[in-house]
Nanobody, 124 residues
Framework: QVQLVESGGGLVQAGGSLRLACAPS????????MGWFRQAPGKEREFVAA????????LYAASVKGRCTIARDNAKNIMYLQMNSLKPEDTAVYYC?????????????????WGQGTQVTVSS
């Protein structure tokens, strides 16, 4: 059974940094696009960033562009999200997922496979 395991969340002060990791188990995801989403309390899950199987192109939500960097190491079958200059509004559970990148529409379409999430809390 395929599982996605996120890690790296925690409590950090505004302006701080965190690096999230997503390590799939049960299969390799080196040939598919991967992405990060987040869900804050009382809000819908929203797109954060995505990366193609080749490591690029990459996509970012406007709210995190310039502060976050998505990367992957296919040899290690792991994906990262480096988050800098964190803000209280970044507080959410962060999920990783596999999916499809559409070059035509420049969009990431998530699959139905999600990890359990990792909590990120940014204090003001």
């Amino acid at each position: 059974q395929v599982q996605l395991v996120e890690s790296g969340g925690g409590l950090v002060q505004a302006g701080g940094s965190l690096r999230l990791a997503c390590a799939p188990s049960g299969r390799t995801f080196s040939s598919v696009a991967m992405g990060w989403f987040r869900q804050a309390p009382g809000k819908e899950r929203e797109f954060v960033a995505a990366i193609t199987w080749a490591g690029g192109p990459v996509l970012y939500a406007a709210s995190v562009k310039g502060r976050c960097t998505i990367a992957r190491d296919n040899a290690k079958n792991i994906m990262y999200l480096q988050m800098n200059s964190l803000k209280p509004e970044d507080t959410a559970v962060y999920y990783c997922t596999a999916g499809t990148y559409s070059g035509t529409s420049n969009q990431f379409l998530p699959s139905n496979t999600w990890g359990q999430g990792t909590q990120v809390t940014v204090s003001s």
